[in-house]
């Protein structure tokens, strides 16, 4: 194993999922795949972007980002990061967040701009 992890894999509700990843902390999804490091897992409580949340769960907000993906497709990686990254101020991370506490979809947090159109949709 890489770096002495001992990967382990389960079926998520939108991808696979991988604990144990050797490199980075946290959590990255890419297309259908959750890779988690540094010792989180789809069931580690995280602190969300959004504010006005609580924590949720690692594993829901990902399976956002997953919903996320399958509906813009192959655009969703360079969209991600013309919005900023991994930033509190990403509509992508925040949309996750509220997704993962139950409060809409994938796309809740995006008030403006083109993707504004998917805010309420889909549920």
Do not use: K
């Amino acid at each position: 194993m890489a770096l002495g992890t001992r990967p382990r894999f389960r079926c998520g509700v939108h991808a696979i999922q991988m604990s144990g990843f050797p490199i980075g902390r946290g959590a990255l999804c890419l297309g259908n795949v959750q890779l988690y490091a540094g010792g989180a897992t789809p069931d580690t409580i995280a602190r969300p972007y959004a504010t006005g949340l609580r924590d949720v769960r690692l594993g829901d907000h990902e399976d956002a980002h997953c919903r996320q993906y399958q509906i813009l497709g192959p655009a969703f990686i360079p969209l991600y990061f013309l919005y900023g990254g991994i930033s509190a101020a990403n509509p992508f991370e925040t949309s996750a967040d509220y997704c993962a506490a139950g409060l809409g979809g994938p796309f809740a947090d995006f008030r403006s701009g083109p993707l504004a159109l998917l805010r309420n949709w889909p549920r």
